[in-house]
């Protein structure tokens, strides 16, 4: 009977921690739409003021809006992403980073970005954004 309980415990606590990485893919999901949109109405502060304070340390919302505004000019309007790559990094001291990198198409151009986010008290904060030109 022990090692059917055991069993049952260890079946119980893969499903818990199934769940939590499925909700989290879900939250990763809903900030890079979240992105999304607000670039689409060209809401840069908005998205600047849901960043981390490491984001905000190094970059000022007004650098922010600039380069969002020259990323909006050289890319356009977003077309549709495919998700390629999923890496998380955990730190000796600090929240861990997840960076997710998409394969973007723009009415104009492709481009690989990459979207990085903090898991700050189960939640993710952006704290890093970058495109690159894809050729051809």
Request: glycine share 4%; charged share 25%; aromatic share 14%.
């Amino acid at each position: 009977m022990k090692k059917y309980r055991l069993y049952i415990l260890a079946y119980i606590l893969l499903l818990s921690m199934g769940c939590t990485e499925n909700d989290e893919s879900v939250l990763l999901k809903e900030k890079v739409d979240g992105f999304r949109e607000l670039y689409a109405k060209s809401e840069y502060t908005e998205i600047y003021e849901n960043c981390t304070n490491r984001m905000m340390v190094t970059t000022t919302a007004k650098e922010f809006n600039s380069f969002m505004k020259v990323a909006k000019a050289e890319l356009g309007e977003f077309k549709i992403s495919q998700l390629i790559n999923l890496n998380y990094i955990s730190y000796v001291v600090g929240d861990p980073d997840i960076i997710s990198t998409y394969k973007s198409e723009y009415y104009t151009v492709y481009v690989t970005e990459k979207f990085t986010f903090n898991k700050v008290n189960n939640d993710l904060k952006l704290s890093g954004y970058s495109y690159t030109l894809n050729a051809g």
